[in-house]
């Protein structure tokens, strides 16, 4: 049973630094790039960054690139996403998924996300 369990969000004043957290299991987690997604409220839902299988290559949108990394820990299933100089506009709801992302039945699955407020 595939499942995506995101965590570490928060309220943070902006400056402010936030770790995330992504449990997965139900797939072959080693052989897989993973990638974390944001969406906003009315807006969609956008790449933020991205790994590698082995963890040796990384991607991030322009808007978080300097201040988000991401990292992986195979051994354990879990994928994260360190957050620095958080932002105003990066208050959203945080997602984690594989590349290419899980499927049930037509439709891409998503976990349940993290919210991440940043706001003084």
């Known amino acids: 049973q595939v499942q995506l369990v995101e965590s570490g969000g928060g309220l943070v004043q902006p400056g402010g630094s936030l770790r995330l957290s992504c449990a997965a299991s139900?797939?072959?987690?080693?052989?897989?790039?993973m990638s974390w997604y944001r969406q906003a409220p009315g807006k969609e839902r956008e790449l933020v960054a991205r790994?590698?299988?082995?963890?040796?290559?990384?991607n991030y949108a322009n808007s978080v690139k300097g201040r988000f990394s991401i990292s992986r820990h195979n051994a354990n299933n879990t994928v994260y996403l360190q957050m620095n100089s958080l932002k105003v506009e990066d208050t959203a709801v945080y997602y984690c998924?594989?590349?290419?992302?899980?499927?049930?039945?037509?439709?891409?699955?998503w976990g349940q996300g993290t919210q991440v407020t940043v706001s003084s």
């Open positions: 998924n594989r590349d290419p992302p899980l499927r049930v039945g037509y439709l891409n699955y």
């Open positions: 139900g797939f072959s987690f080693s052989i897989f790039a």
């Open positions: 790994i590698t299988s082995a963890g040796s290559s990384t």
